[in-house]
């Protein structure tokens, strides 16, 4: 299986759009700035056809430690969260 990487990513935009590597490299970097930027404000990000990106807050809670079983808090933290469209989840299963 392969991994798409931001190369992979900005020598696709080159390669269709004309531009040159340094300024493909610079769209992929400033696409995902923008998202994490959003998220780090605590709005959602919704790409059309694709999903929407939005932050979770999770409560301390109790939980065990897997090794000794040993109960232990799990700290409170914020985490993303990617819900898939229905069009990108047809997509992707029908390949």
């Known amino acids: 299986m392969a991994t798409i990487t931001?190369?992979?990513l900005a020598a696709n935009i080159q390669k269709t759009a004309g531009l040159t590597g340094a300024e493909s490299y610079k769209m992929v970097?400033?696409?995902f700035d923008e998202i994490?930027?959003?998220l780090i404000r605590g709005e959602e990000?919704?790409?059309a056809n694709?999903?929407?990106f939005k932050i979770l807050d999770k409560k301390e809670r109790?939980?065990?430690n897997p090794k000794t079983?040993?109960?232990a808090v799990i700290s409170a933290r914020r985490v993303v969260s990617f819900r898939p469209s229905?069009?990108?989840r047809k997509k992707v299963a029908n390949g």
Request: no cysteine; proline share 4%.
């Open 29 to 31: 970097d400033l696409f």
């Open 6 to 8: 931001r190369a992979d």
């Open 36 to 38: 994490s930027e959003a």
């Open 45 to 47: 990000v919704k790409i």
């Open 86 to 88: 229905t069009e990108f």
């Open 50 to 52: 694709m999903g929407t």
């Open 62 to 64: 109790m939980g065990r």
């Open 69 to 71: 079983g040993e109960p």
